[in-house]
């Protein structure tokens, strides 16, 4: 259980004020919001590379080299325990959205976050209830025509024959989620960029900021006058560019966050006016 230190209190009604004074927040979230869900992260302790080392960067190389076999060892179910695909499903599979999901929720409903560009595929924003969201890096519940881009639910979707072409174009169908080496969608990273060239504040939620086109996003954001706020239980590479930095883990700061927000203040936040 977090302790509510007194400077930890002092930078929750500093990170609050300065919310309600901006007109278009965004948050970036990574691994680290999922956490609390009982998804591991990449890095630091207990995370998947840390544990099973870096992948290379060549999973889309190998997806383009033969779509076909890729597909059909998906069907064929070959990840085992002891393998970080694995472990990572396993926890996916039986996750669900934690306090810092639905803190994020009300702060959009309310007016406090205009946007959330995550990293995370494991599509518990959507199940928490947010409405402007973008992927960066993709979810794992969709599929994506690497020609045309079109998203559709895998839920449902028939897999005829392998490798499954895209019925608008006759593409080949992916996974939406985004592989090492495969570039962003252009039309995503497009909607990113423009999020982090239009807030006044930036929400750095559970992210260690080590891969980029998202790492860049915030530093983008600061350049261009946004204030930055971070939430994370440790330092990260971010941690100097920031106005306010809430240590903790974010399942709890969120909703000490959205209570001052709620609470806190007569000015009602920017957006609203
Ligand atoms: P990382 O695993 O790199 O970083 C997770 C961050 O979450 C770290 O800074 C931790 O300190 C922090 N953290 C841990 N527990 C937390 C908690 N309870 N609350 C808040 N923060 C906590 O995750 P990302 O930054 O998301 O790429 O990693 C970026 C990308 O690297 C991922 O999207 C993934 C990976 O390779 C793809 O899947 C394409
Ligand atoms: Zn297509």
Redesign the pocket.
Known sequence: MLKLTEELSDSLDQAAALIRLSKHVVALA????S??SGIP????PG?L?TKYGEPTNLSYKEFLRDPQEWWEARFRNEDRPGDPTYELKVAVDQAKPNP?HYAMVEMEQQGFLQYVVT???DNLHRVAGSQNMLEI?GNRTWLRCLDCADRQPRDGYHFDSLPPRCTKCGGIIKMD??M?GEPIPAEVLLACRQQAETCDCMLL???????NP?ARLPIVAKELGATLIE????E?SLTPWCDIVLNG???EILPLLLNRLQNGGDAEPGNRA
């Open positions: 990574g691994a680290g919001l956490v609390e992260p990449f890095r630091g995370g590379w810092g990293q995370n595929v890096h989620t985004v090492f939620v559970g992210t260690s900021g080590t891969v998202a939430i994370n239980p440790d990260t883990p974010s399942g």
